[in-house]
């Protein structure tokens, strides 16, 4: 994880900005020979892209994507396969809509990266939020895309759990309703208040923050690479480096803090198969910066967004104190479209991972349950 | 940041066992020049040290610091420096309390990284937990302190908020308070009520749990490596890897999801000196992944210790049904000592930050105020 | 140094395939405020084009590239600047003739890197070589040509020295002719030969070596990261790392071997400026592991081709006996074209140690000429 | 490979200067369950180590290595094995004679690593080379020992093939040789040669260079991570990072600039066991920076000692011209001494690339002798 690279061996190196000609990555490390086609990622920008509903930004971004190098196909691999190459994911931007960025050319929106960037680098593409926008994380849901399909069986799925204030019912929890509204939220009741409620926030010109939750089923017990490369420690840093994220949590979170130790601690017994099971789940799935094998569970906090309708102090480049509007196209809740991005940071630290494993390991499990060993 | 490496530029690796010869850690890119004396060192590790009351684990280790390599000394550079090459620091274990291991060697303790360990590799030191004993947080204790040194005005100070369900009272925040007390707590009458709390659950043989807060301060404006390298990230990597901890948080966290956005953004003023001061902190000194120049605020939340006195289930190594009790010496809240380990991993990620900024952009700033830039 | 991507802090990932749609690198980590225009890149790419003499392949790529991110421009920069953000650089193959590869599809040529990258992956785009073609190289000069950018006075050049058993003749060494004939040969009598022995070379449907120097004025002393990022240590690592270079050497190299001692060490002496001058230069700039000041020469010996006409014996993919002949179109000596992508590579680790001692030991000089220090 | 660390994943960082306290290494993602005693290192060590012959330093260490974690035994392990955490390697240093440094204080000695690390470093720790001394590479030596058992059938083994301007015959090559004698030679006649060559030498005050060559046999095809960490690459950073080497070849080296693609290019042939076989091995069992499953043959050369008797031109830290005598034990030829630290580099980057390997492409070959595939 360093600059524009993320992950160890499993990598992916990104590019563009908001209004650029095109953003994208390089994904590299790769196995060969995993099947591989472009509609496989696209079914998963489509979830993140813009526009689909009045409850993201109206920027009209097919989010159409193209694999330009590092797969190959002839009549002997049967389909298009990954060669173990370094994949180019492509995508032009297409609506950057010709607009007067005079407004906040010179003025610095509270919140925004805007004055950070302009502070380190003296200098900044500050159309649509040029590197800091949130565009740059449709490559993060590219690489996401191939990230599922190097750790067999490895599920990952995110929902939107909290929107403002108000938190799903988790006893409704079905992850077929994840897809039937526009919010990603797997409590049907919930998401039909969030819809008049996150009206409201829009129609008053404000915004507002939510919490997302990522599940990894099928992880093998064994990943992670103590200890300054702990499974959880790698999956904090992969959500709080998603634009506007304020807070992560590992299983039960901040909910431990207040937890007395008998509580917290997940029991085992001997299951059918002769395996370990845990009789709960506090810990999220990991142990010791090592998966246990039980589901992966992640939460992080989305703070609202900070382009608003509604007037606010600043400074701007030269000096001078002022004010100042965001007009732009923007989501009354980033939040929302968090949710793919989410689930692609966590598949892409679950696929670096198993072949960190891998390396050290090999194949074979390390399954200490014979005696003698 | 990877296996048992932490850092890009400035970086440790560290090593040992709890029960082994010694622990420690080669800190290397450090800048030339740099006085340093073991003491330094020392009087942070003081702080982490176990056995210093009640409170937590009796082990009497003096944790006594050996700068191995890295630094020279002769009439020409008055006193002890840094020479830019790697800084071995040695801490020799002392009070391996011979005991007899046979029930936890094969019996999984719930919550432990006993289990996983043995998944992972199929073998284990699991003498006092091994290397996922807390004890390896002295090598970052000690890590940090070098840290401190290298940014020029930089404090960084932690201190326990909460103790199992009781937070204390901000408006009664004293720093000098820190250190009065056994549990780093800034407010003094929480911290009174803390002790006959603590005790409460010493002695019903359970543990509990806490958050610690980190402030940074000093901190320059403009450090942090966008986009996978952001200075939230590292830092949320920073502290979920430090052990039991299950949740980070920057500036407002998770509250920033109930936030309006209006209520959420910083706004700015041109302050007395000319340069941009901010009207609030929420977003806890980073925007876009890079540091505005507020104090830092990163908070994080540690389990309840999973070693406790009352019987668990659990399995043994061979695939049986059993219970477990954890007999040895214990902290009834853990979260007390990741006071210094916290305050040494911020300092670390931003010493590390300050070379990795100073690389890419130079000394001077790049501060835009400026017209024509 | 990773994969498919070089350098510490001054990184590029390159992408692509001899045949595919495009190839191109990101280059990452590059300071802000850096003038630059793509003819900058091209001048650099037109020396490495193929198709520009009898004497290289015949391909007709004009290896136009495109820079898809990182940079900006408006009234306030004064012109293209680099933003600090990654700079996506896009060639796109434009003649990827359609030819029948149904020859050696299957059956391994000699001395390529077919038969290891089919061992490896299983799988490989034979099409040209595929990503084992000499084409990826345009990435590394298109990354070169920024680098060159980044270390102030900095000058890099590159001469062929040795074609087949022949040598230049040093006394003749004359930089200007390097541009005026197709050899990059600064020795313009041995320039002239080379065209009739090349013409004789490739009339048989043979190949030859050739050894390449790459000089570098400019640099300043104190560049490299002891003891295992050595600047001699990546030198040598870059120019190992282009296609088909066997051997590298630094300074006299393997003429070292068979001097004394007191020919080999450059003596100094106090120059007219103050600052200390070096007698010779065996060491060709480098002194354990850190620039000395002077000129930092590197040479580095390229194979003959081994796409030949000639047959040779070889086997298939399914394990028989059999003959290959290499029809496409190629260079009678890869080694010509290889002086500017030396270059490249030299200017790259430059940058990227230029970048790191930044990092480490701040802009200031270090330089002790001082009493007291 | 940065600062101080060597290695992805295999990876040792080293510590220590000439005359401190120890000097040693912490060797980080061995895989776990690898047996593992000390005197498996230490009869690597006795190899390197000085004082053994009057051909080298008469410095007096013992070189004895402890293993300082890492390692664990108990009834259930039989015997020390390998727990997949990191190792600690730690030397002691003994024989810090104690002289008077106040000549070589001041005055940089021409050839010497000491200017460069003041230019650098403003500072340095002079005493005997300090970090720049050859007594690093025990720390090589040392992890390399750990990194010969994690390749299955790895053989790595290195001779001294030219002192000054006098070769080996290679006809009269025998492994069993290199014991024999004190310069690790092959050739039992040259060796004899050898004898009367370097007391000449040494009695002269001067010194004199060497040309090693390391063989490693048992590699698997397939190693090695193209682009920029191909094999070759890899390893020409590795033998060029020992002290003292400036050129380094692969297979025939620069004798492939002179030789014609088909006398250049290894023809194949199926085998009787139906694998391929190579009719030679001009590119030294490397192809396109992968591993063809030849014997790995590398050579490299060895600079003369610049510390010689005989008085010499410099400058002092001052500014002033001075002259300089090294009066210190020291080496007539340090190549002998590099053959075993070639070795450890050797066996160092193939341990790391056999897991770079595994992890990208798993245990089972890719091997593609299949119809089908």
């Not at 990522?214 to 959880?232: F, N, Q, S």
């Not at 094998?293 to 007037?311: E, M």
């Not at 968090?338 to 892409?348: K, L």
Request: charged letters at 25%.
């Amino acid at each position: 994880m360093s600059f524009n690279t993320f992950g160890h061996l499993f990598r992916f190196t990104s590019f563009g900005e908001s209004h650029g000609a095109a953003i994208g990555c390089v994904v590299d490390g790769c196995p060969p020979r995993i099947p591989l086609e472009a509609a496989e990622i696209q079914v998963h920008l489509d979830k993140r892209r813009p526009g689909q509903s009045r409850f993201t930004t109206q920027r009209q971004e097919p989010d159409a994507v193209k694999i330009m190098s590092g797969v190959f196909s002839d009549d002997r691999t049967g389909g298009q396969v990954t060669t173990g190459t370094p994949i180019m994911l492509l995508i032009e931007n297409v609506d950057q809509r010709s607009k007067d960025y005079s407004d906040i050319r010179d003025k610095y929106r509270p919140g925004h990266a805007g004055y950070t960037y302009d502070v380190k680098y003296g200098v900044q593409d500050y159309r649509g939020g040029g590197r800091a926008s949130a565009r740059e994380t449709a490559a993060r849901v590219a690489a996401g895309a191939i990230a599922r399909k190097i750790v067999p069986g490895l599920s990952v799925r995110g929902a939107l759990v909290q929107m403002g204030p108000h938190k799903i019912d988790r006893s409704r929890w079905d992850w077929n309703e994840v897809d039937n509204n526009p919010f990603f939220c797997p409590d049907p009741v919930q998401a039909k208040f969030f819809e008049s409620y996150l009206d409201g926030v829009r129609k008053s010109g404000s915004s507002v923050g939510a919490v997302i939750e990522v599940v990894a089923e099928g992880v093998p017990a064994g990943l992670g690479a103590p200890v300054y490369a702990k499974l959880d420690a790698e999956l904090a840093a992969a959500l709080m480096g998603i634009n506007a994220v304020k807070g992560v949590e590992i299983g039960d979170g901040f909910d431990t803090a207040i937890m007395a130790g008998e509580d917290n601690a997940d029991e085992m017994r001997i299951g059918n198969d002769n395996k370990p099971v845990f009789l709960s789940n506090h810990a999220g799935g990991i142990l010791g910066g090592i998966s246990t094998g039980q589901a992966i569970v992640a939460r992080f906090a989305v703070k609202p967004t900070s382009s608003i309708l509604n007037p606010r102090k600043t400074v701007d480049r030269y000096g001078n104190d002022t004010e100042v509007v965001t007009k732009g196209r923007h989501d009354p809740c980033v939040g929302i479209r968090a949710v793919p991005i989410g689930e692609a940071m966590v598949a892409c630290v679950l696929a670096d991972h198993y072949l960190m494993h891998r390396a050290q390991v090999g194949e074979g499990t390390a399954w200490p349950f014979a005696p003698g060993r």
